[in-house]
């Protein structure tokens, strides 16, 4: 588990398991889950703008443990 800062609005974001290395920056917060990481941008943008996750529902991604900002894939 790593604890790492999400590239566009710096929260906290905890990472459990790094399978292809795309994440979206949010958590439900009905749930504490979080958000599919392959989500289109028109649904995390709805998430946001409706205030129903912690975080700014957008990508980015780490690979060779770097993170950088990536477009939604």
């Known amino acids: ?7 566009h609005c710096n929260m906290y ?5 790094l399978n292809c ?3 979206r920056c949010g958590m439900y917060k009905n749930t504490n889950t979080q958000i599919d990481p ?3 941008k028109i649904e995390c943008d ?8 912690y975080g ?3 990508p980015f ?7 950088t900002v990536c477009d939604y894939i």
């Open 1 to 7: 588990m790593n604890i790492i800062n999400c590239p």
């Open 13 to 17: 974001i905890i990472i459990e398991q």
């Open 38 to 40: 392959h989500l289109p």
């Open 46 to 53: 709805k998430l946001a703008l409706e205030k129903t996750i």
């Open 61 to 67: 991604q780490i690979k060779n443990n770097i993170i």
């Open 56 to 58: 700014c529902g957008k």
């Open 21 to 23: 290395g795309i994440f």
